[in-house]
């Protein structure tokens, strides 16, 4: 009896120990163990700097052909400059990766200008990728501008000389416009009502 006793806590021990087993992480032997995705290397493509001149740290990646400039961990209003190191070219893509909800809008600057809306749905961080036409493989520089949404509003375009809007009242021209009649509910004195009838024909 003690026996069976002895045994059956044995039993009970191992499967103890085989359920705390199953709950950490799979070994590496196993058929279903998957591998961790392996962190992004660093690289330094181009310098990165702040407005007062200092050297910026942020991460730069590659991510296949595309060369991200990692800005993740900022928020509120910012700017940072990427030069291009000499005898180098920018990559045949370039974006800027940001976190939804912690800046609303950015704004790059380099053969011509671009603002790109931030999402604020999700938490993973996205790449905004940059148009082509922003930058050429030796455009000198891309300023990367960060704020809210206002900030970068589109400037208002002046209409061309001569353009009247739809809209628009037109302006009374040299000529006095026309009286208008009177009105069923405007006085007419005497002399004027009967300069403005006409006389009854003789006989009536």
Same mark, same amino acid.
């Given at each position: ?102 800046? +609303?809008?950015?704004?790059?600057? =380099? !053969?011509?200008? @671009?603002?790109?809306?931030? &999402? %604020?749905?999700?938490?993973? *961080? ?52 026309? +009286?208008?009649?009177?009105?069923? =509910? !405007?006085?007419? @004195?005497?002399?004027?009502? &009967? %300069?403005?009838?006409?006389? *009854?024909?003789?006989?009536?």
């Amino acid at each position: 009896m003690k026996f069976r006793l002895a045994l059956s806590a044995a039993l009970i021990a191992a499967m103890g120990l085989g359920i705390s087993a199953c709950s950490m992480s799979p070994p590496k032997i196993w058929p279903f163990y998957k591998k961790p995705k392996p962190a992004p290397e660093v690289v330094h493509e181009v310098d990165l700097a702040n407005p007062d001149g200092s050297a910026a740290n942020y991460p730069q990646y590659w991510k296949r052909n595309t060369l991200v400039i990692d800005l993740s961990g900022v928020s509120g209003t910012g700017s940072v400059a990427a030069r291009l190191p000499a005898d180098t070219t920018w990559p045949v893509r370039v974006a800027v990766r940001v976190r939804p909800g912690s800046v +609303e809008q950015l704004e790059v600057v =380099g !053969e011509q200008r @671009s603002v790109l809306s931030v &999402s %604020r749905e999700g938490v993973e *961080p996205i790449d905004l990728e940059l148009a082509n036409s922003v930058y050429r493989k030796s455009t000198g520089a891309l300023y990367i501008t960060w704020g809210a949404m206002p900030q970068f509003a589109e400037a208002p375009v002046a209409p061309d000389p001569g353009f009247v809007s739809p809209t628009e009242v037109p302006k009374s021209s040299s000529e006095p416009a026309p +009286e208008s009649a009177a009105g069923a =509910g !405007e006085i007419i @004195s005497p002399t004027d009502a &009967s %300069r403005s009838q006409p006389s *009854p024909p003789p006989g009536t």
